[in-house]
């Protein structure tokens, strides 16, 4: 390990002397989150939500329900999925419905009297932004319902799971964190690699006495840590500046931190190996962290596409196992530790292929010296 730690220095020693690299590596991230806070909100698919008739006939279930489902009116469309209390409360806790409408026992009586009736609705709350406009969906479709029947006036007391809110800008900060060590990592690893072809360094590395895994692993070691500094500067931004809160387990968040890391910086040495060029990784970085960061659920939930070939694809993203550690509050410490060890997996199998490229590529370079 002498070697690696050999090349981590100089890694490190030449990182110092070019800050613009590490000022660009932050600068896309706050710039992601900015412009995602204020331009964007989140959309998608009908909403899944659940009716829970207490004690309702089930003909007056159904008017709610077609109320609920109407295509009319904003900001989101819902969709039903079941009545009973039970599955309800499951759905609920697994987010697989992003709300439930609880109708009184007393609700016939109310709005045939012409009663002010209070609907209590629990929502998921998967960010602020949608629970508003679920809220705001559930009033429109109980004012319709009221329009076209008893003309009784409705309240919706709306109670979050877990009894907090985070707002757009919270939800998008723990996106914003992932998206800096992901376009930081592959930024770093790709331009530390490519140096050595660009500025002729790789004689001295094919030619050096020791296996081309230590001398990347030097390489991955160096750029995994500026990568993570950056992380651990957007944890202070997103905590000081928006209403996003550090998860429970701390641990769990300083691992996912430090995995994707690696996972970032191994996909920028690979990315470096390959192409060779220095301003080859920039672009890559760029594309590689966005797709990732949308493609992961970093713009908005995707909870709210469960079924979709989106949320499909999700799941073989180490990046989304990523988010749902963050952003893990409604979450089984269980299902938290199966998420860390997903994204340990995977981030080992791009380590190792990445290693595996340029010791490859090292050991051609010097056969063909040997040879010439």
Request: charged share 15%.
């Amino acid at each position: 390990m002498r070697a690696a730690m050999a090349v981590l220095e100089a890694e490190l020693r030449v990182a110092a002397r070019r800050p613009f690299e590490m000022v660009l590596a932050l600068a896309a991230p706050v710039i992601i989150l900015v412009l995602a806070s204020f331009l964007f909100s989140p959309g998608g698919r009908d909403i899944p939500i659940a009716v829970v008739p207490q004690g309702t006939s089930g003909i007056e279930t159904q008017r709610i329900q077609r109320a609920l489902e109407s295509r009319e009116g904003v900001p989101m469309y819902l969709h039903v999925v079941t009545n009973d209390e039970a599955e309800a409360r499951n759905l609920l806790s697994a987010g697989r419905v992003f709300g439930v409408i609880e109708l009184p026992s007393s609700f016939e009586e109310q709005v045939a009297q012409g009663e002010s009736v209070e609907v209590r609705l629990t929502t998921y709350n998967a960010m602020a932004d949608v629970d508003k406009n679920v809220r705001l969906s559930v009033m429109r479709a109980l004012n319709a319902y009221s329009r076209d029947t008893y003309h009784a006036p409705f309240t919706v007391r709306v109670v979050s799971k877990d009894g907090s809110v985070v707002s757009r800008t919270g939800f998008l900060a723990s996106g914003s964190i992932i998206y800096g060590i992901v376009f930081a990592g592959v930024l770093f690893g790709g331009v530390a690699t490519a140096r050595q072809w660009e500025m002729r360094t790789i004689k001295g590395l094919r030619v050096a006495p020791v296996s081309g895994i230590l001398i990347g692993t030097g390489f991955l070691l160096a750029n995994a840590i500026r990568s993570i500094v950056i992380g651990m500067i957007m944890v202070v931004v997103a905590v000081t500046c928006t209403d996003f809160s550090l998860p429970e387990e701390k641990w769990m968040m300083a691992a996912v931190l430090m995995l994707t890391s690696f996972f970032a910086t191994a996909i920028g040495m690979l990315v470096g190996t390959l192409t060779r060029r220095f301003y080859a990784t920039l672009p890559v970085a760029g594309i590689t962290a966005i797709l990732l960061w949308f493609l992961s659920g970093g713009f908005q939930d995707l909870v709210a596409v469960r079924g979709t070939f989106l949320f499909a694809l999700s799941r073989v993203l180490p990046t989304s196992y990523a988010f749902d550690v963050l952003r893990g509050s409604n979450l089984e410490e269980s299902v938290l530790l199966a998420c860390v060890g997903v994204l340990a997996v995977m981030t080992v199998g791009v380590v190792a292929m990445s290693l595996a490229v340029l010791h490859r590529s090292l050991s051609r370079m010097g056969r063909r010296g040997v040879e010439s």
